[in-house]
């Protein structure tokens, strides 16, 4: 029986391109980098980037891709797939992690937009990835976006990671980028907190007074939450299409003194005149014994949710973030 002939030339194998790759990984990059034998293509985004791959590999990290050729669902076999409702370069993420278990993520936007698409291709791991480097990254600016995501996702971990930044970093959250792109169901959620890291409870006024110049809203107007989210109150009771009324009922105008709030109070559309004039005088009689209603709604607390320094470092401890 003859040999069977070496299709290389065994003096120009050097020059095959995996040659110089001794192990699987290496062999993998090469493999994605090339895209050489691919035998699948996406149409991925609004301007439909054309993504090639190779199904086997792609079907051995996802059984959404396995169903996908090789299971159930009616999926043309030589036809390109339409991604449209993913960003190219976030897909492109994606099948970048299945052949190199890799990821090179630089934005909390790109973060989350490949989350989804790791739980929508059910990649467990490249979705602890994702979670991962939002924990790693959070701060002040960001935190608001983060804080909905982990909502919306059911994240314990992560959420209780938010919320202890909004507690210990409340100055800088709330005059943040981040806090004025909020909805508004997590400013209330901010003002549902028995303490925060601020100066005073006037912080907190001066931070909703600019939130509703930024978002245009005035008490005749209303910002709808976005669909699926609810804003719930202290006691996890939901309330319906949150407005910015709901977020002024929960500020503390009780704990103010009446030369600071008199002149946050003129000219401002937030605050029926009818309502700022009884505040005002509410907080003006405060320290008397006359027994002045604050208007319905309104919150009657006085007590200060701000932080002393022992305070804040017992709860940084708690958390071993000190």
């Given amino acids: 029986?003859?040999?069977?002939?070496?299709?290389?030339?065994?003096?120009?194998?050097?020059?095959?391109?995996?040659?110089?790759n001794r192990d699987i990984k290496s062999r993998m990059v090469q493999l994605h980098d090339t895209g050489a034998r691919s035998d699948c293509e996406f149409w991925v985004g609004s301007d439909y980037d054309e993504i090639v791959g190779h199904k086997l590999v792609l079907s051995l990290a996802s059984p959404v891709f396995e169903?996908?050729?090789y299971g159930s669902v009616d999926q043309p076999k030589d036809e390109p797939i339409c991604v449209p409702d993913t960003r190219a370069h976030v897909f492109k993420m994606l099948i970048k992690y299945i052949y190199t278990d890799a990821v090179d993520i630089e934005s909390i936007d790109d973060t989350i937009d490949l989350y989804y698409?790791?739980?929508?291709?059910?990649?467990?791991?490249?979705?602890?990835?994702?979670?991962?480097?939002?924990?790693r990254n959070l701060e002040a600016d960001n935190v608001c976006k983060i804080f909905e995501f982990a909502v919306k996702n059911q994240l314990p971990n992560l959420k209780d990671m938010c919320i202890n930044t909004i507690r210990c970093q409340t100055k800088y959250v709330i005059t943040s980028?981040?806090?004025?792109?909020?909805?508004?169901?997590?400013?209330?959620?901010?003002?549902?907190?028995?303490?925060?890291?601020?100066?005073?409870?006037?912080d907190l006024f001066k931070a909703i007074k600019l939130y509703a110049l930024e978002n245009n809203l005035s008490r005749k107007e209303r910002?709808?939450?976005?669909?699926?989210?609810?804003?719930?109150d202290s006691n996890n009771n939901e309330i319906e299409n949150p407005t910015i009324l709901h977020a002024l009922h929960r500020i503390r105008?009780?704990?103010?003194?009446?030369?600071?709030?008199?002149?946050?109070?003129?000219?401002?559309?937030?605050?029926?005149?009818?309502?700022?004039?009884?505040?005002?005088?509410?907080?003006?009689?405060?320290s008397c014994e006359h027994n002045l209603e604050m208007p319905e709604g309104f919150s009657d607390v006085s007590t200060s949710r701000v932080f002393e320094s022992e305070s804040i470092l017992m709860f940084l401890k708690s958390f071993n973030l000190h």
């Fill in 223 to 232: 910002l709808q939450p976005k669909k699926g989210d609810k804003e719930v």
């Fill in 253 to 286: 105008f009780l704990n103010m003194e009446p030369s600071e709030l008199a002149p946050e109070l003129i000219k401002t559309n937030i605050l029926l005149d009818s309502e700022a004039l009884t505040i005002l005088v509410c907080v003006e009689m405060k």
């Fill in 117 to 135: 698409e790791a739980e929508k291709y059910l990649l467990p791991g490249l979705a602890d990835q994702c979670t991962d480097y939002l924990e």
């Fill in 67 to 69: 169903s996908m050729w």
């Fill in 177 to 202: 980028e981040g806090f004025l792109a909020a909805d508004l169901s997590t400013i209330i959620f901010i003002l549902d907190q028995d303490w925060l890291n601020i100066d005073s409870e006037m």
């Fill in 1 to 20: 029986m003859n040999p069977i002939a070496s299709p290389v030339n065994l003096a120009d194998s050097h020059s095959w391109r995996q040659c110089s």
